[in-house]
């Protein structure tokens, strides 16, 4: 992950925003009929949802431009940019879900059956990626645990493995071997049954744009943004921690754990501060981004520094 350039907002034009869009709108005809906002995401792709207040933050949310314009993910290209300019490379028609591993019920979900399934939340949460920028985004999903409860895991699950879409011929980063693909992370199954763990499917009301992991993606906001794994075609319940991405490529910057701490440096910079994007002055970074109070108990006892 290389160090960062805060692009200017005016430097992201609106027709580049436009073209990446998921379902882009073909007609110029209906062009004109649409604001801004309603150019971001097509109409038919609002989602239901409640609002959350028990684990939201009530911080100041980023624009959808700042969320959509600077993004990480590597099958879209490697700089900030990529992402959106590529984003009409990743193919989510007909996208389905696999739950695996050790459970007794084992099954396969088509995504558009997966969000008639759960009641859509919508949870406002930092993310902190581990270049120490970060953002507030109103995510729209649902508890992680919900799915997996529906697995019925074995005595013998013990972690959970996820792994992101491989489509060597359609997605320009998985051209060539930047990364181990496809990319894959992991959670031990109480960080994963943890409420604060959601499955997203949205954002500002609407589908998740390709950017930003469509159609699913998980987020774990008191883990550095990389865990928070994009495009999710399998989750596996395991008894072995399973291989994550940056781990196996570079072990001795980037753990397993993962968790937001600011008394552990990245061996190459500190961690101890951080960029609000749209902001100049920095923040503090906080012990698990904040999220202590929720989650500090499943690490009691363990050495942080050691399994960071
Ligand atoms: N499949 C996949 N998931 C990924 C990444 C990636 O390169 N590939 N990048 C990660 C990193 S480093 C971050 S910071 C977040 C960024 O999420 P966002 O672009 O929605 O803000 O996605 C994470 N998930
Ligand atoms: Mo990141």
Partial sequence: MSKYNIIKESEVTDEKLFHNRRKIIKSSIAFSFFTLSNLLFAKTEDLTFKKDLQYSTN???????QITSYNNFYELGVGKRDPMLNANKLQTDNWKLSIEGEVENSFVIDVDDLLKKFELEERIYRLRCVEAWSMVIPWIGFELNKIIKLSKPTSKAKYVAFESILDRENLPGQKREILNWPYREGLRIDEAMNPLAIISV??????LPNQNGSPIRLVVPWKYGFKSIKSIVKIKLVEKQPVCTWNQQTPNEYGFYSNVNPYVSHPR???TRERRIGEFRKRDTKMFNGYSKFVSHMYDGMDLKKNF
């Fill in 59 to 65: 911080e100041q949310t980023n624009t959808i431009k």
């Fill in 202 to 207: 949205g954002l500002y009301g609407r589908v």
């Fill in 269 to 271: 910079w500190s961690q």
